[in-house]
């Protein structure tokens, strides 16, 4: 650490320290900044506080995207005593750097092992528990039924169906897909799901941990069932200028008819005009039979960092938060599906199939940008837009991120 | 006794003329070295290391640069810094054109003035901002427009061949408005006697402009040549607000890929970060020393 960032974080620490040092309490920094997260989180707070009445919890909510970096910077000056992050490879440059406390205890004492087991594995770095999963939500193909209708398609289930499905759209000028990729990260979404119905999970996950070369033919093979979406113009133009909300007025104004996203996709579709008998949604269809299905639902968390000043109530905190009481009640609030299997999940029609299709699933993936090393995904994600415009540039591309791969994973 | 106190005080007296400035500057020298000397030198010396700003730094010598040699981006990155470099000082000419336009005794001027100014004054997240709708596929104004004048779309921040010369195209309109105060305030200052002898003389709108007005307007040239180069150097805050540097990469500027490969969610690389700063440095080293050595010329001359 320099002279310069150790003053700074001297300086941060001495303003805090009144507060931080106070027994019975726990500081807990997180980034619900939208209204729904924020009163799930208030919620929380106020139910922790009433069955602990010993602890009090002070919280410092940032802005989500501040977060990020903040992050960063508190986990080394001035570490509270809770902190939300996301599983998967997110959390390793914090768990390699000794920031996170390891958590498998409570996992032990409180029966986490079996009630969270979905997400076991996207929590375990060396064997270890670094955290508490508390809400998911599904990834899928959210579509409008009406037009489906008026069209006569029915919902596809595997490749070819989907193919003659979009055939038939683009024919009757409906853009089969709508996508904004101006902040690459939808890109990933279409490629997680074409490498795990291509692959498999196993194979996304060698490949996020850099175990896999980009030229491998493997990952060729899934470049080329997308560019049989690409290359007919089964995605709506100029998507690399527009956001995923800018996406969605294509859908409401029914210029384009399906749309691969994540849950939160469906506020915004409703705020957009669309009525909940218009939306529909559909789990990605099949493309190589032998491979089980697997599906994306990334996971959000919460970690004791290392050097937390009260590590035994932030302790009871995370079993509170892990308990199927407290993540039936947040994930009501947040409309998102609760991790403990004992939870109850919200009553909402696409909750319920998300639910259903992710408690059959082969393996659930974290999003290509939490498996694979950041650098990695960066790269990564601008390669598929670029594949997304220029489809032919495809062995440029797998070249380029080779070399960044060699580089990343050394 | 007095005597001796006297020659006392007659002996400290150079040395407090000399301590004196000193002391003034002392607070300005302080901020200087704290906050730009000290991080200079701190970047060159991060730059040799690899380092994701948590944990231990590892020596890597020059392995920062041969990686940056080896990145296209980097190259991309250089090419539209140049590319900027050229296009923005195109607002020289227009900021001047602007200010001998509005520099006219007309009723109402000044709310024309204030309009030509008043690009300079929002923020440069909100020039960006409207200038992302101006272009927007579907409903932006120049898409509707250029829509109707060729038959296609053309999203130019999604098309690597415009996007650069689209957000340039956004900066040139806070930066003409900045060039046209710089040159309102030197129009001012225009010696109205030798305007009345030129015109005497027979001279007329361009020969008037270039042989009397120019010339008397060269301290304003400097400084608008000085702030229009160091920022065009320094773009940053439109390519992250309008592109992040997409698509693909095809708008990166140093600035903002030394932010993203430093600061950014999916960088930390505290190390190759630090390299690019120090190359953005050394150019901007360039045309610093050439600005100040033409100042202390010009002022040794006067």
């Known amino acids: 650490m320099t002279p310069i960032r150790k003053l700074g974080g001297l300086a941060l620490s001495l303003a805090l320290l009144s507060t931080s040092a106070l027994a019975g309490e726990i500081v807990l920094n997180s980034d619900q900044s939208d209204p729904a997260p924020k009163k799930a989180m208030e919620e929380l707070i106020a139910d922790f506080q009433e069955a602990h009445p010993d602890i009090t919890v002070k919280w410092n909510n940032f802005d989500h995207e501040g977060y990020k970096s903040a992050i960063r910077n508190f986990l080394t000056a001035n570490p509270p005593d809770v902190a939300a992050w996301y599983a998967g490879n997110r959390m390793k440059p914090f768990v390699d750097a000794g920031l996170f406390e390891d958590v498998s205890d409570v996992w032990e004492e409180n029966g986490l092992n079996e009630e969270l087991k979905s997400a076991a594995a996207s929590m375990t770095i060396d064997g270890k528990k670094w955290g508490v999963p508390y809400t998911y939500y599904q990834w899928g193909i959210y579509y409008r039924k009406d037009i489906f209708e008026e069209q006569g398609i029915e919902p596809p289930k595997t490749w ?14 409906i853009t089969p897909f709508t996508i904004g990729t101006k902040a690459l990260w939808p890109t990933g979404g279409w490629f997680d799901y074409l490498n795990l119905r291509v692959n498999g999970y196993e194979f996304h996950m060698d490949l996020t941990s850099g175990e896999v070369p980009y030229t ?3 990952v060729k093979a899934v470049f080329e069932k997308w560019a049989e979406l690409i290359e007919p113009g089964y995605f709506v133009e100029n998507h690399a200028a527009i956001d995923w909300q800018d996406a969605i007025p294509h859908l409401v104004q029914g210029e384009a008819a399906m749309y691969l996203m994540g849950n939160f996709a469906v506020a915004t579709m409703k705020d957009g005009g669309l009525k909940e008998e218009q939306i529909g949604f559909l789990q990605f269809p099949q493309i190589n039979p032998d491979i089980p299905m697997s599906e994306e639902a990334p996971t959000d968390t919460f970690h004791i960092p290392s050097g937390a000043k009260n590590k035994e109530d932030a302790k009871k905190f995370l079993a509170y938060l892990a308990s199927p009481e407290a993540q039936t009640k947040m994930n009501e609030t947040l409309g998102q599906l609760p991790v403990n299997n004992k939870a109850e999940k919200p009553a909402d029609p696409f909750l319920e199939a998300g639910f259903e299709m992710l408690s059959e699933a082969h393996a659930l993936a974290q999003f290509y940008d939490r498996d694979a090393a950041a650098e990695m995904a960066k790269a990564g994600m601008e390669g598929f837009q670029e594949f997304m415009v220029k489809p032919d540039k495809v062995d440029d591309i797998l070249e380029r991120l080779e070399k960044i791969r060699a580089r990343v994973y050394k | 006794m007095t005597e001796a106190v006297a020659h006392k005080r007659v002996s400290r007296r150079p040395n407090r003329l000399k301590l004196a400035p000193w002391l003034f500057l002392a607070p300005g020298l302080l901020m200087f070295l704290i906050y730009v000397l000290v991080p200079i030198v701190e970047s060159f010396w991060i730059s040799f290391h690899d380092w994701d700003g948590l944990g231990a730094m590892s020596w890597i010598g020059m392995g920062n640069y041969v990686e940056l040699l080896d990145d ?18 195109l607002s020289i000419p227009a900021g001047l054109a602007v200010a001998l336009f509005l520099n006219q005794n007309v009723a109402g001027i000044r709310i024309y003035k204030s309009m030509f100014f008043f690009p300079f004054v929002i923020s440069q997240v909100v020039v960006g901002l409207i200038f992302t709708w101006f272009y927007a596929p579907g ?3 120049l898409s509707v427009f250029l829509e109707w004048l060729t038959g296609d779309e053309i999203a130019i921040l999604a098309d690597e061949r415009y996007v650069t010369y689209g957000i340039i195209l956004a900066g040139l309109w806070p930066q003409t408005a900045y060039c046209m105060i710089l040159y309102l305030a030197g129009l001012n200052n225009i010696n109205s006697e030798q305007v009345e002898a030129a015109r005497m003389d ?6 008037m402009l270039w042989h009397v007005i120019l010339p008397q307007l060269r301290p304003a040239t400097f400084i608008a040549l000085v702030v229009t180069v160091i920022g065009s150097l320094r773009s940053f805050d439109l390519v992250s607000i309008m592109t992040a540097g997409g698509p693909y990469g095809s708008s990166q500027v140093l600035s903002y890929f030394m932010y993203e490969q430093a ?18 440095f050394l150019i901007m080293m360039v045309f610093i020393t050439f600005f100040i050595t033409r100042m202390l010329n010009q002022e040794r001359n006067i």
Do not use: H, Q
């Not at chain 2, 991309?76 to 810094?81: E, K, M």
């Not at chain 2, 027979?202 to 020969?207: H, I, L, M």
């Not at chain 2, 930390?268 to 953005?280: D, N, T």
């Open chain 1, 160 to 173: 070819d169906e989907l193919l003659a499905a979009s055939a038939k759209l683009k024919e009757a000028g």
């Open chain 1, 216 to 218: 491998d033919p493997r």
């Open chain 2, 72 to 89: 296209d981006t980097f190259y991309v990155s250089l090419w539209n810094n140049l590319l900027w470099l050229v296009l923005y000082l």
């Open chain 2, 139 to 141: 409903f932006g104004p």
């Open chain 2, 202 to 207: 027979g001279a007329k709108g361009f020969s």
């Open chain 2, 263 to 280: 600061l950014s969610e999916y960088g930390y690389r505290m190390g190759y970060g630090a390299s690019i700063a120090v190359v953005l």
